[in-house]
């Protein structure tokens, strides 16, 4: 447990150290910010007859929410596939502590500077835009987005997993990615699917809970939904661990037994 | 013989921000940067004949590859005159670039995952070559080159030294009258480099072509060029003939023992012991009075030798003996 | 300028020859970036499903719009695929080596590489354009026009970002990701822009030259539309020409602050 916290301390520091690339990183969530909320601020405006109706106030602030979560998760698998192919892992493997929880804590201090840092960023942008959003459900949206990272992070750790068997995750990770946009509601949320059960899916998805959960809050605050939104968070990190965890011991009996 | 490159006082300065630590150092650097200027070459003057060899030698960042650069028309100096077959190379870069061939030993002008095949034929189009002079030329190259084989391999895959081979062949490709060779032997083995100076030595001598060569090597000299201009610190130190330097300067060796005993006395000439840890002896041998293997014959029959080097002193050395020499100091 | 035009295809061609030399990583990226772009290409249907317009813009214009700067990125990458990390190759100092070459250097740095991603691009932008839309095949010399001056105005800006290394060390990922911006900006209904933002897609940021302009040529022809096109064409090269050769100027002064 130490030996994380040291990890996660690790984590955190490192992004500081590269404050540079923070900063670009805030840049870069600000701009698309501000392209999507031009984006949603046109079609809340028009209001056209057989249009889904949108939520009042429009989807300027949930966007804002997904893409901060989207932003603040560390590329985790690239420093799996690097270790996995590199070899680097087997000095690890000699080591006491687990390897792979010591690398996620590491990518979770990562994390939480990067939360941090875009927050703040997104905090002075609401001001600076004159908009408001509700105090309580930002309160909940700061709690379940740490949680919703989390299961980024975990979605992550698969993919780079992965690479025990294939020459490269990219692939993997390309289609994970665009699972987030399509079904975890980065544009836009889920319930605006037309389509009953492909919103009944995406929903209960690891995605939505990963993005579309944490950010409705800001649009539609309320305990009910802060608490399915717990709940649906906290069985998607325990199946999800388990599934990291499963798949981590059959990669390293791979690796023993077969070599990379 | 007519000059192909008269140099007058030529100097280049550089200016460059010294940069500040820290978050708060980048920021204030960027609106008041401190700005520090450096002489890179600070004023030199030669001419270099027709048909000769001529290395320019110094240590780093003593100005050679400036010289070479201003001399191939890349870098502008800040002042002073050059032309080379009559054209102000900065001025008329790419008339220049026709008669001139560059390699750059630490650049690549080959694709890399291509055979170099490929990238002659490209460099055929970008020099406007007709095909069957160009052929014929390759083939020529080819064959003292030894390159046969390596033709339709990709770059990425051939040792430095064959890469460096076809480097030297590219810039050879479409028949320039002078060479330019920015440190055509960095970072290569020993079989390689000989093969390099060999190849230089044959082919320029047969063109009747000019090469005007950088290096910190100091045998590269020795085996390609008829004259040595030494620069330090953007001056010219020394400028003669081969053979004179030589006598003077390059007929060092350095010898190193390690023996079981802490020291090693050789009653020789032309030996200065150098100060260093026990059971380790410096030799420095001046070859003009004794030769290296007189100096090992003597070495073994005293007994108790565990291992030998026989190096060049530094580059460094060198400039600096001849810089005392020169100076008078 | 005869010059250019006779080498510059043998250039591209032998980039893209080295392009395909590691078939599994080329067909890899290209079929990535295909994956991508169709995801993207299905959240537009999904927003159009659900919002029918923005500001006047329909599905098929969005298709246009997306077909248009796929290709154009596409073929930016396969024949002038250097540009995406010119400034990285002017830091190193590779340019020295051209320079001692008769040949101008620009054309020779467009052409030192061809990216496989880009080939994913350039198909399902021709795809989109042929399929969704919604061109005639009389329009087709048209939309070659407005495509080709697209193109010049994209690479013109890109090479221009791209200048910055002459004068400054950091330029290298700065120039990349205004590019992307670039494409960002390019990959949204032109409705959505106003004000400010709208003063920037039409300056800095070009995305009103690179694709809504040429738009608004293939809707609604006209002189007035194709005169714009066309003149902002001749204006970026223009500028970035000028640009360019005022930072090779300072390069060859040994002003630009390279790593060689």
Redesign the interface.
């Given at each position: 447990m130490a030996s994380a916290l040291q990890a996660l301390r690790m984590g955190a520091l490192g992004a500081l150290a590269g404050?540079?690339v923070l900063v670009?990183r805030a840049?870069?969530y600000l701009?698309?910010l501000?392209?999507l909320s031009?984006?949603w601020?046109?079609?809340a405006s028009?209001r056209?007859a057989?249009?889904?109706p949108l939520p009042a106030g429009g989807l300027a602030l949930y966007v804002g929410a997904t893409e901060w979560i989207m932003l603040s998760i560390p590329s985790i698998h690239l420093r799996l596939e690097d270790d996995i192919r590199s070899g680097a892992l087997e000095t690890h493997l000699l080591r006491p502590k687990l390897y792979l929880v010591l690398r996620i804590a590491e990518s979770l201090g990562d994390m939480l500077v990067r939360l941090a840092t875009l927050g703040l960023a997104a905090l002075g942008l609401l001001a600076l835009s004159g908009r408001s959003a509700p105090a309580e459900g930002l309160a909940c949206l700061a709690a379940s987005a740490i949680l919703g990272g989390v299961i980024g992070l975990l979605l992550y750790t698969l993919v780079g997993l992965s690479g025990f068997w294939v020459?490269?995750t990219?692939?993997a990770y390309?289609?994970i990615q665009?699972l987030m946009?399509?079904l975890g509601g980065l544009?836009?949320p889920v319930s605006?699917?037309?389509s009953a059960a492909f919103r009944r899916l995406s929903e209960a998805s690891p995605f939505a809970a990963q993005l579309y959960w944490p950010s409705v809050q800001l649009i539609a605050p309320s305990a009910a939904v802060f608490a399915r939104a717990l709940a649906l968070q906290a069985a998607w990190i325990a199946v999800l661990s388990l599934a990291a965890a499963a798949i981590w011991r059959a990669g390293v009996r791979k690796l023993l037994r077969q070599g990379i | 013989m007519s000059a192909v490159i008269t140099v007058q006082t030529l100097t280049k300065q550089y200016r460059y921000a010294r940069r500040r630590t820290g978050a708060l150092g980048a920021i204030t650097g960027a609106f008041a940067p401190d700005f520090q200027t450096i002489e890179a070459v600070a004023g030199v003057s030669f001419e270099i004949a027709a048909g000769e060899r001529v290395a320019i030698i110094g240590p780093n960042g003593a100005g050679k590859s400036t010289t070479l650069k201003m001399l191939s028309g890349v870098l502008e100096p800040s002042s002073g005159q050059a032309r080379v077959f009559g054209l102000v190379p900065w001025r008329e870069r790419r008339a220049l670039a026709y008669r001139i061939g560059v390699v750059f030993g630490q650049r690549s002008q080959l694709w890399g995952e291509l055979p170099a095949r490929d990238s002659f034929a490209l460099l055929r189009r970008i020099y406007d070559q007709d095909e069957t002079a160009f052929a014929a030329r390759l083939g020529r190259l080819v064959e003292q080159f030894g390159l046969g084989e390596l033709l339709d391999q990709p770059v990425s895959r051939m040792s430095l030294g064959q890469r460096m081979r076809c480097e030297i062949t590219a810039s050879l490709l479409h028949g320039p009258d002078l060479l330019f060779l920015d440190e055509p032997t960095i970072g290569l083995d020993i079989t390689a480099k000989a093969a390099i100076r060999d190849f230089i030595t044959e082919h320029a001598r047969g063109q009747g072509q000019t090469v005007v060569l950088t290096s910190h090597d100091t045998r590269d000299i020795e085996l390609v060029c008829d004259r040595v201009i030494v620069i330090n610190q953007g001056r010219i130190v020394v400028d003669q003939p081969t053979d004179q330097l030589r006598r003077q300067f390059l007929a060092r060796k350095r010898v190193t023992l390690q023996s079981a005993a802490p020291r090693i006395t050789l009653d020789l000439p032309g030996l200065t012991v150098l100060p260093s840890q026990p059971h380790t002896s410096v030799l420095d041998v001046d070859t003009r009075l004794v030769r290296v293997e007189q100096v090992i014959a003597a070495a073994l029959a005293g007994g108790g030798i565990e291992d030998i080097t026989i190096e060049d002193p530094p580059m460094e050395e060198v400039v600096r003996e001849i810089y005392l020499a020169t100076t008078g100091a | 300028m005869g010059g250019v035009l006779s080498t510059y295809p043998l250039q591209a061609a032998a980039a893209i020859r080295a392009s395909l030399a590691d078939r599994t990583n080329f067909l890899l990226q290209m079929g990535g970036m295909a994956v991508n772009n169709g995801f993207f290409l299905a959240l537009w249907v999904l927003f159009f499903a659900g919002f029918r317009s923005v500001g006047g813009w329909g599905a098929a214009d969005m298709a246009l719009l997306l077909g248009l700067i796929m290709t154009i990125v596409g073929i930016s990458g396969v024949a002038f695929g250097g540009y995406r990390d010119m400034a990285g190759t002017i830091l190193s100092g590779e340019i020295d080596a051209l320079l001692t070459q008769p040949k101008p250097v620009l054309g020779r740095l467009l052409s030192r590489d061809s990216l496989p991603s880009a080939w994913g691009d350039l198909v399902v932008g021709l795809v989109i354009l042929v399929g969704f839309g919604r061109l005639s095949w009389v329009q087709a010399p048209l939309a070659l026009g407005a495509l080709a001056c697209g193109l010049v105005v994209y690479l013109s800006a890109a090479t221009a970002f791209a200048s910055l290394a002459f004068w400054a060390r950091g330029a290298r990922s700065f120039a990349r990701d205004l590019t992307d911006f670039l494409i960002l900006f390019s990959s949204y209904p032109g409705s959505i822009f106003s004000g400010a933002s709208k003063l920037v897609v039409y300056t800095l940021m070009p995305a009103g030259f690179i694709v809504l302009a040429p738009v608004r040529l293939l809707r609604a022809p006209g002189l007035g539309a194709a005169g714009v096109v066309v003149g902002a064409a001749v204006v970026y090269a223009l500028i970035t020409l000028a640009v360019f050769q005022l930072g090779l100027a300072r390069y060859r002064r040994g002003l630009t602050p390279t790593s060689g």
């Open positions: 404050w540079p670009g840049i870069f701009v698309a501000a392209v031009a984006l601020g046109k079609v028009e056209l057989g249009a889904l020459r490269r990219l692939p390309l289609v665009k946009f399509l544009f836009a605006l699917y037309t | - | -």
